[in-house]
């Protein structure tokens, strides 16, 4: 399924003219980062939910744009963050900032596109947009640390593994579809609705990424880059679960102690595949969707809702 967006074609032409200037520097290698960055950025996801919940919920204005500009400014620095934190020299299968410039520029970079978002909303008095996006971001970091705190323990907890992306993976796109309503509505109990949308979409765009790391016909080539930065993942937990003591101790020494040879790495893709790892996620994933197209049928048939049904369907069966 290849999504369509033309219904906000010309809305999202505006945007990345604004997002552009929003990132201008006089600083000559924060410039010459900023524009790199513009020129790897990834599909913009976010800014589209922003627009769409917007235009769901009244007319696209300014306060819109820069609402989504402020979403793409807040992604875009946790993912320079990310990349140092990870040390990971790839993002979106291009050199990261954090390979051709390094840790203490990346971070500085990350800081910079924190400020010029905030500011952005500060200078135009959006105090609730501001609001609902500094909420994701602390609801972020909570996420990332929660994470590096389990995965030393290899925690198995399927609950803890839901508060995890929810907080790391859901909260942004829960606040930019609640920032977006609210950008066009001022209407607190729309806007909570499509925040509530924006947070099962964005539980199922975690499970899919999840499901890449092993790999299905509909997926492709599994990657196994969960099971190197010995990630507890759903298919994952789910298989640990289920197995035998014996296979479950051997499988955690491999994630602990051998996640980066190939062959080993295979073996707990092939168990996970055997036990019905997949299909549990795929059933959770689903199950998650669900309930934010339940909540979209909750407005009024437009184009704008199908639209909507439509991105939500293309996140669960996206091929990367």
Excluded at 90 to 107: D, G, Q, Y
Aim: net charge positive; hydrophobic share 40%.
């Amino acid at each position: 399924m290849i999504f369509s967006a033309d219904i906000i074609s010309k809305e999202l032409a505006i945007f990345e003219s604004r997002f552009k200037e929003s990132l201008q520097s006089n600083v000559p290698l924060l410039d010459r980062i900023l524009k790199y960055i513009v020129k790897t950025k990834g599909k913009q996801l976010r800014p589209m939910f922003v627009l769409l919940s917007a235009k769901l919920s009244g007319e696209i204005n300014d306060s819109t744009y820069r609402a989504a500009s402020l979403v793409e400014l807040l992604h875009t620095a946790t993912l320079v963050h990310d990349d140092v934190v990870d040390e990971s020299f790839e993002r979106r299968n291009v050199f990261s900032v954090f390979a051709l410039w390094k840790s203490k520029v990346s971070i500085l970079t990350g800081d910079y596109l924190l400020a010029k978002g905030l500011l952005l909303s500060l200078d135009n008095d959006d105090f609730k947009i501001l609001q609902l996006l500094s909420r994701a971001v602390k609801e972020m970091s909570e996420g990332e640390l929660l994470q590096l705190e389990k995965s030393r323990s290899l925690n198995l907890d399927e609950s803890v593994y839901f508060q995890i992306i929810k907080s790391k993976t859901a909260s942004l796109l829960a606040s930019a579809c609640a920032a977006g309503a609210y950008s066009s509505s001022q209407n607190l109990e729309i806007t909570e609705k499509l925040r509530q949308f924006g947070e099962y979409t964005g539980i199922a765009f975690q499970i899919k990424d999840d499901l890449f790391d092993y790999g299905t016909d509909d997926v492709g080539k599994p990657t196994g880059n969960d099971i190197k930065e010995k990630k507890l993942t759903l298919p994952l937990i789910f298989t640990l679960n289920k197995v035998d003591s014996k296979l479950k101790k051997e499988l955690i020494y491999i994630i602990k102690n051998q996640n980066r040879k190939k062959d080993k790495v295979n073996f707990i893709i092939e168990t996970v595949v055997k036990y019905g790892g997949i299909k549990y996620a795929t059933e959770k994933m689903d199950f998650y969707r669900d309930k934010a197209l339940q909540i979209l049928e909750e407005f009024p048939a437009s184009e704008v809702r199908t639209t909507l049904t439509n991105l939500v369907n293309y996140t669960t069966i996206r091929k990367k």
